[in-house]
Each structure stands twice: as C-alpha cells, then as structure tokens.
C-alpha cells in the first residue's frame, strides 16, 4: 500500500472532520491524496486511463467519504476506490464488463500468423515497464515464477498479479484493436 503513502500520514482528525461535512477538510484532503492517487494509477492503469483514473478516483472520495467505517482505513478504501476504478476503466475500454476468451479468439482466427504476431507485439509494448517486464519473463522467456521471483526481487503473489493484469491488458488490446 506503499502507493498510497500520502493518504496514509493524512491526520485522522482531518479525515474524521471531511467525514462530517467540513468542506474545508474535504478540500484538503483531496489535495493530499491527488498525488498518490496519480502515483497509483500510473503504476496500475493503462496510459490511457491514467487521466480518467484520477478524477474518477477523486470524485468517488468526494461523494463516498461518509461511507467510511473507520478513519484508520482511509488508505486502504481509497486504495480499493483507485483499483476498482481502473479495472472499471479497463473494461469499459474494452467495451464490455467481460471479454470473453472466445472473442479474442474470433478475433485473431480469420488474421495471419504475421499479424498476429506484429498486434501482439504493439499490446506487449503498449503495457507498463512494470508489467511489460514480467509478462516478458514468464511468456517469452518461459521462466517459472519463482526465477521471476529472483530476477525482479518481488513476492510471489506481486509477480502472479502482474502476469493476471498484464495478461488482462493484453486480452483488452487485442480485442478493441
């Protein structure tokens, strides 16, 4: 949660006050998390919906606040608000809530292998560093998880979840291109 470390260190008494209906309070506290917010989105999101991310992100805190149960869990909602947003963003990108494995299927079927392979190369190089460098590892390179474990000095469940979201990332580009 090291993403959202700004929001973390908010006083308490500020997040308890913009829980209450100070407009004052609430102001600044969106000045504090907008930063995080941007950090996280860029980390998690595609480039694309990095710009959406944030004020969508912002906007849920601004109406959604009071729903809080506990000041001491700010960082963690606003972490949970910031990812539900971009995978909400990524789906609606992709034009549906799911894809079905089978569209991408349909889709790459009637192309030629020379195709397929420049459309999967251009939705490799269109993912974050981040993400980009573990798929790499795992699909290209074959690598089991725990050598990718070695190589990039990440957990277990890190390297898993960013094969998934990568993964996912791919499956929206090939899709919607």
């Given at each position: 949660?090291?993403?959202?470390?700004?929001?973390?260190?908010?006083?308490?008494?500020?997040?308890?006050?913009?829980?209450?209906?100070?407009?004052?309070?609430?102001?600044?506290?969106?000045?504090?998390?907008?930063?995080?917010?941007?950090?996280?989105?860029?980390?998690?999101?595609?480039?694309?919906?990095?710009?959406?991310?944030?004020?969508?992100?912002?906007?849920?805190?601004?109406?959604?606040?009071?729903?809080?149960?506990a000041v001491t869990s700010f960082s963690a909602w606003l972490f949970a608000v910031a990812r539900r947003a971009c995978l909400r963003l990524l789906r609606r990108s992709a034009g549906m809530a799911d894809a079905p494995a089978d569209d991408v299927e349909m889709r790459l079927a009637h192309l030629a292998p020379d195709d397929i392979r420049i459309d999967l190369s251009r939705a490799i190089q269109s993912l974050p560093d981040h993400y980009r460098e573990v798929i790499l590892l795992r699909d290209i390179e074959e690598l089991p998880i725990d050598?990718?474990?070695?190589?990039?000095?990440?957990?277990?469940?890190?390297?898993?979840?960013?094969?998934?979201?990568?993964?996912?990332?791919?499956?929206?580009?090939?899709?919607?291109?």
């Open positions: 949660m090291t993403a959202l470390a700004g929001a973390g260190r908010c006083d308490p008494s500020l997040i308890e006050a913009a829980r209450g209906g100070d407009t004052e309070a609430l102001v600044s506290l969106i000045a504090i998390a907008q930063p995080d917010i941007r950090r996280y989105a860029a980390r998690n999101c595609r480039a694309a919906d990095i710009d959406d991310a944030v004020p969508e992100t912002l906007l849920l805190l601004y109406r959604r606040l009071g729903t809080l149960r050598e990718i474990v070695g190589v990039l000095g990440l957990t277990r469940e890190s390297v898993k979840a960013r094969i998934h979201r990568a993964r996912l990332m791919i499956r929206e580009y090939l899709i919607r291109d």
